[in-house]
């Protein structure tokens, strides 16, 4: 019986928590196993009373138990961990460093920005998420667009989401594949369609708990959706972000192409490295051969001609024409990139995530978390959170 019940415990042990998308035994979170005859008793600990992943992780567990040559039925015991056991888990979870993403960091940081809202800036970096997150890259997104969030619309996350706590480390929802935390997450679920009227100070202080509190665990890649203009949050993201990648998105029109490159220039004297140009609303190819520019044409060229200053070339990564489909889907919840593939929109923006996701790590300036003797850190383990 005694190998019979290593087996379970083995087989319990690599199930995965659904929120924290770690195996339970690494968490741990298995408490017994014992084996009579073909019965395997579990106990279980769970994170925190009320678990919303407490359902599935009994299901996953019996499952498992009953995979085992020889165990007929599975008696599982749920309870809940200790503050002080899960204190040390939570402080596993978080890792050593203040910021996940800062300049050690291996993790690609991507901030999507434009001069103007109405572009299409949310969707771009919505599609982009998923279309890495389907290439097999581990992807994170923060909306740092505190006064429009649409990133959980766009990914489809449920408008009264919540994201769990667990001892202050929040855990992000996921959709498609991609980790996802945005301020509509946190407020109360009658002002969630409301406005948040917050100023400078307050705007850095969440979007350092962003990059801090939320456990994204080992991510390869981190999209910032940032918000239009450069202003506060711009500035916010220079300082927390030193070396996050740049991605400008903008429109055919002269008007948006004129400040979206305010936007690029801003970027690169905060010291981060303009990549490319995304021009949205692009002409479409009409059925009849003919050729919709409603915005006119040329936007998206000029401002990479304008941001190629220096030796630094600034490249045109796509044209995404304009699309009942992209804009359909968006509304939906379910990324054109996934849901039409075949539509122009998403041809051009999975395109531009296969430019992107090529383009390798810079470990330029950067120091690896090397001591003697010593293995690398986890690229992205959580970080210490601000007091409130």
Known sequence: ?????????????????????????????????????????????????????????????????????????VELTIGVMAPARRAALVERLRGVRANPFGPESLTRVIAVTSGKGGVGKSTVTANLAVALAAAGRSVGVVDADVHGFSIPGLLGIPADTTPTSLDGLILPPVAHGVKAVSIGMFLP????????????????????????????????????????????VAISLGQLLPSAEVLVVTTPQSAAAEVAVRSGLVARRLGQRVIGVVETMSPAAM???????LFGSGGGAAVADRLSIEGELVPLLGLVPLSAALRRDGDAGVPV????????????????????????RGL??????LQRGEMPLPRAASAVPTDD
């Open 364 to 369: 330029a300036g950067r120091s690896l978390p």
């Open 287 to 293: 059925p009849d051969g003919t050729v919709l520019d």
């Open 1 to 73: 019986m005694i190998a019979r019940a290593d087996a379970v415990r083995e087989a319990v042990g690599r199930i995965r928590d659904p929120e924290i998308r770690r195996p339970i035994a690494e968490l741990d979170m298995v408490d017994s196993v014992a084996v009579e005859g073909a019965v395997a008793r579990v106990g279980l600990s769970l994170t925190i009373t009320g678990c919303p992943a407490a359902d599935r992780i009994e299901a996953d567990a019996r499952a498992a138990a009953l995979a085992v040559p020889g165990i007929d039925a």
């Open 337 to 360: 990139v996934l849901h039409d593939p075949a539509d122009p929109a998403a041809v051009a923006l999975a395109a531009i995530a296969a430019a992107v996701g090529s383009r390798p």
């Open 189 to 232: 679920p009658n002002d969630r369609a409301g406005a948040v009227a917050w100023r400078g100070p307050m705007l850095h202080r969440t979007l350092n708990q962003f990059l801090t509190d939320v456990h994204f665990g080992d991510l390869d890649v981190l999209l910032v959706d940032s918000p239009p203009g450069t202003g506060d």
